[in-house]
């Protein structure tokens, strides 16, 4: 148990600190919302666009970082909280053991859910088999 | 055991339940149980995105296509929303912590105007949706109305996975922003009949952390649906 | 746990003793209650009507199949009933059953604590619960579901024509009952422990509903989830598995398993926790290796997440992923044989008293032992080719999830009814019922192992062209009926032991643990007296420790003398 929590009442975090954030927060959407804007307005650009990807997805990142350490006052709490604030995220990422399956898929002989003739699958609502 | 102990600091009133021995325990308590809720609502969301990063693996070009279809403005203007709506509910935990309930009553209400807004600017987007045939029903018109030639490369099913994910995701977080809107709107009526109930500061933290949850996953929805195109 | 036993309550006194049973016996007070050991027994008394209406279910497919041409029910009703046994006893029975009427009951007991973390979070679980399980029922009787407790798509999205949604939005709702109660032990279990109970002097059984806690908090969402995209196909057309969208339906198998191979511990790992107590209660031993059992615990919890994929061996995932997930699947071994070593290690030396708790424990190990081991054909990517969908894979999930789960039910409940209701029950009756139980489940699932391997497919209402199944079939459906029989044996006398039960003493087994030494004979309502302090480890018997009490106190009727 954590307990070295002196005070009895939680920190209370001054505005100016929320209020760096909230700049903060804005800043970098509008970052990458420019760094979108541009990768595809700009046919020059047009080949590593891929790369805004990896700029979107690294600035959401931190985006959540932000909102999660500061926001939801993680930073001022137990370790106990960090551990639980932390360990759904780390979790979350269990699930993409799915692409073990999916990676693999070409080399099987039945290459499978993709190449399903349209008219394979008639869409019986009503009565099974109709 | 103190069945009706308030906290010393005369400046903050907080009852302690009779289960726990004090109020830190207690308010870690409520802490680590929100927390560990949110862990379910990650994993909640978690399929989805899952589901949406695997399919968007499979199907890049049609995605790509697709995306244009989604207004960024629109979707830019969602998430100024939602990060000054979140800014407000951390006032509004601020001014509750130091007992200010008129502030802490506007920050709230603000909230919730924020809330409003982004509902109305999803309504706009949903009804263009509905309007040009795009959600995914026997109603579906494919190649998009509003944007044949960009679409016409695009094959209708792939069309309609990318709008069935849209409008899951979106359509799970506007829920989530709709319990949101109920949270606080219960809140706000407590806090402006003066209840007994609010004068825990941990009432309006523990709805707080739920709303920065539903703006942490917009963070993630933003990009993924509106800014990606590659 | 030092303390001398609470003795001051005179067993024969008229005068009512004050406890969370008499201190309130209004209806509402029952109906609002915070108490968790009242919420408890309220879900008790619910699980137990889940469970008739699951095996009325599971009588009806017995009986279709003791003949081979299947005429007693239609082929779609057979479908909806052996759907109305797996949805049933899986979503309203057994993830249910243990975690929240023992967990309920006893892990705040456990922990020195006067209640739950969130009384009313609890109260509200019980609700949803309830409120999932109305809808469930309502599910039932209009028509039922055909697509198996599965559900899995395009059958359940775009074929069946049954009540697929309603079915789900039971499933769904008990789902939040069960992440309420999750996050309720969870905080319980960090925040709400007595003084100087440190993790390594929990009893394990705390640290088993722990590890549940965490696979619910994890997995429940995700099947949540899943099945609400289901339902939204079928309302909406939102189709994420439809292959009409070029969307996978394995894909839906693998979200589907994500959650519900954990279930599978969420059913088992609260059971291997009860056992933990009453092994170590009756042969008066320390548990061995208890770190070990412990971690054990954490370790089925966090593997059971990374063998999803031996569900889908024949369903097309990719050759990798299979080879991956049957070596995880093997390794899940480890831990369950760790568990067992040890209780076996526990009984070595031990002064075995075979109560019936005892009993049942010991049967547990026996049906545990027969179903984890084949688990383990199963897992084997070549046998599993030819025993996936067949009789064998039924046998063995019952013997691990219902044989493993019932019997350490009734275990548990047996072992803690006189701290639950203060009355002894009859000890012969309990060791008849035992017996009975125990061989009505190997009739009942022993010949469909054979079946299984004979090449008996699952779900099917007829077998003309195998006639020569029928003899197993008729002996399999005989040992249900010797089930069901041996599950009223224990309804009807415990029943009656409220009545006329000897009253028990505060701690009729001399057991260890808050729950026995710290509490009244039955608790009061917000548990201890006076918070307990915590000075030495779990489970410090010894075999010289005084004997249970004698069976001849625990016949209806009998008084118990005064001990010194």
Redesign the interface.
């Known amino acids: 148990m954590?307990?070295n929590?002196s005070e009895?009442?939680?920190h209370?975090?001054p505005?100016p600190v929320?209020?760096r954030?909230?700049l903060q927060?804005?800043v970098l959407?509008f970052l990458?919302?420019a760094v979108?804007?541009l990768?595809?307005s700009n046919p020059s650009l047009r080949e590593m666009?891929?790369l805004?990807?990896f700029v979107?997805?690294a600035?959401?990142t931190t985006?959540?970082m932000l909102?999660?350490w500061i926001?939801?006052?993680v930073k001022y709490?137990?370790n106990?909280?960090k551990f639980?604030?932390f360990?759904?995220?780390v979790?979350?990422s269990m699930?993409?053991l799915?692409?073990l399956d999916?990676a693999f898929r070409k080399d099987e002989i039945n290459t499978g859910w993709?190449h399903v003739p349209?008219n394979a699958l008639p869409r019986a609502k009503g009565i099974p088999g109709s | 055991?103190a069945l009706e102990a308030t906290?010393?600091?005369q400046m903050?009133p907080?009852k302690v339940y009779?289960?726990?021995?004090?109020?830190?325990?207690q308010?870690?308590?409520y802490?680590?149980?929100m927390?560990?809720?949110?862990?379910?609502?990650?994993?909640?969301?978690?399929?989805?995105i899952?589901?949406y990063t695997?399919?968007r693996?499979?199907?890049q070009p049609s995605f790509y296509a697709m995306s244009k279809l989604l207004d960024?403005k629109m979707g830019?203007i969602n998430?100024?929303i939602l990060?000054?709506s979140?800014?407000t509910?951390?006032?509004a935990v601020?001014y509750a912590?130091?007992q200010r309930r008129a502030a802490q009553l506007y920050a709230l209400l603000f909230t919730i105007l924020c809330a409003f807004g982004f509902l109305i600017v999803k309504y706009f987007e949903y009804s263009h949706k509905f309007h040009v045939n795009l959600?995914?029903?026997?109603t579906f018109v494919w190649p998009a109305l509003d944007n044949p030639a960009l679409t016409a490369s695009v094959?209708e099913?792939?069309a309609?996975?990318f709008f069935?994910?849209y409008?899951?995701m979106t359509?799970?977080h506007g829920i989530h922003v709709v319990v949101g809107i109920l949270l606080l709107g219960a809140l706000s009526y407590l806090v402006w009949k003066k209840s007994t109930l609010v004068e825990d500061?941990m009432v309006t933290?523990m709805i707080?952390?739920y709303w920065?949850?539903v703006?942490?996953v917009w963070?993630?929805l933003?990009?993924l649906f509106?800014?990606?195109?590659? | 746990m030092s303390k001398t036993l609470d003795k001051k309550h005179p067993n024969n006194s008229h005068q009512e003793e004050v406890n969370y049973i008499t201190v309130d016996y209004t209806m509402k007070s029952w109906f609002i209650t915070k108490d968790h050991k009242r919420i408890g027994m309220l879900y008790l008394a619910t699980v137990l009507v889940f469970f008739f209406v699951g095996s009325v279910a599971a009588g009806f497919v017995r009986f279709e199949l003791t003949s081979p041409t299947g005429q007693i029910l239609e082929s779609e009703t057979f479908n909806r009933m052996f759907t109305a046994h797996g949805v049933v006893m899986i979503f309203f029975f057994l993830l249910i059953a243990i975690p929240a009427v023992l967990g309920n009951f006893f892990l705040p007991l456990m922990l020195g604590?006067?209640?739950?973390?969130?009384?009313k979070?609890n109260l509200l679980s019980y609700y949803l619960y309830l409120g999932g399980g109305l809808f469930g029922v309502v599910a039932l009787v209009s028509g039922g579901v055909d697509t198996g407790w599965t559900f899995y798509t395009p059958l359940s999205s775009m074929y069946s024509n049954s009540q697929v949604v309603l079915t789900i939005t039971a499933a769904f709702i008990t789902g939040f009952s069960s992440?309420a109660t999750?996050?309720?032990f969870?905080?319980t279990i960090?925040?709400?422990r007595a003084p100087g109970l440190t993790w390594f002097r929990l009893p394990l059984f705390v640290w088993a509903h722990y590890a549940t806690s965490i696979i619910i908090?994890?997995?429940?969402?995700?099947v949540?989830?899943?099945l609400a995209?289901v339902a939204?196909e079928r309302l909406?057309?939102?189709?994420?598995f439809?292959p009409?969208?070029?969307?996978?339906p394995v894909?839906f198998q693998h979200?589907f398993w994500f959650y519900s191979h954990p279930a599978v511990y969420i059913m088992i790992l609260p059971a291997m926790g009860v056992v933990s107590e009453i092994i170590a209660c009756f042969a008066r031993n320390r548990v061995f290796g208890y770190e070990f059992i412990a971690a054990s615990s954490l370790a089925i919890g966090g593997l059971g997440f990374l063998v999803w994929g031996h569900h889908m061996f024949a369903s097309g995932e990719s050759y990798f992923q299979a080879a991956f997930f049957s070596l995880m699947t093997s390794l899940v071994a480890i831990p369950s044989a760790i568990k067992v070593f040890n209780w076996a290690a526990t009984l070595y030396k031990g002064m075995i008293y075979l109560t019936t708790p005892m009993a049942y424990a010991i049967g547990f190990l026996g049906l545990f032992v027969i179903g984890g081991l084949t688990g383990l054909y199963c897992s084997n990517l070549g046998v599993d080719v030819h025993l996936t969908g067949t009789y064998f894979i039924v046998a063995h999930f019952h013997y691990v999830m219902v044989g493993g789960t019932i019997m350490a039910l009734l275990a548990g409940i047996h072992f803690w009814w006189p701290k639950m209701t203060g009355r002894m029950y009859p000890e012969i009756w309990g060791k008849i019922g035992m017996l009975v139980i125990f061989s009505g489940f190997h009739m009942t699932f022993m010949p469909q192992f054979i079946l299984g391997f004979l090449g008996m497919p699952r779900r099917y209402h007829y077998y003309h062209f195998a006639p020569e199944f029928q003899a197993y079939n008729v002996f399999s459906t005989a040992g249900a009926g010797v089930l069901a029989i041996g599950f009223m044996i224990p309804v009807v006398y415990l029943l009656l032991s409220l009545k006329h039960g000897a009253k028990a003493p505060a701690n009729p087994w001399n057991a260890k643990g808050l729950e026995w030494e710290k509490t009244d004979r039955v608790p009061i309502t917000?548990n201890f007296r006076e918070?307990p302090v915590v000075t030495e480890e779990a489970y410090n018997y010894s075999i010289d420790d005084e004997p249970p009490i004698e069976a001849k106190y625990t016949k209806f009727g009998a008084v118990m003398e005064e001990k010194s």
Not at chain 2, 37 to 48: D, K, P, R, S, Y
Request: hydrophobic fraction near 50%; charged fraction near 10%; aromatic fraction near 18%.
């Open positions: 954590s307990n929590h009895g009442h939680s209370v975090i505005i929320y209020f954030t909230y927060l804005l959407m990458t919302v979108a804007v990768a595809e666009s891929y805004n990807n979107a997805m600035i959401a985006k959540a909102v999660v926001f939801m006052g709490s137990s106990l909280t639980y604030a360990f759904g995220f979790w979350f699930m993409f799915v692409y999916y993709s349209a | 055991m906290h010393g600091n903050n907080q009779e289960q726990f021995e004090d109020i830190d325990q308010n870690e308590s802490l680590v149980g927390w560990s809720f949110l862990i379910t609502e990650i994993m909640f969301f978690g399929v989805l899952f589901c695997l399919y693996w499979q199907y960024m830019t998430t100024i990060l000054t979140s800014f509910m951390v006032l601020h912590q130091i959600f995914p029903n026997p094959p099913p792939v309609k996975m069935s994910l409008f899951a359509g799970l500061f933290e707080g952390l920065h949850f703006d942490l963070i993630f933003f990009p509106y800014l990606m195109p590659k | 604590a006067r209640d739950l973390a969130f009384p979070l992440i999750a996050v309720n969870i905080v960090h925040k709400m908090l994890l997995g429940t969402p995700v949540a989830i899943t995209l939204v909406f057309h939102i189709g994420v439809s009409e969208y070029g969307g996978d894909l979200m917000h918070i």
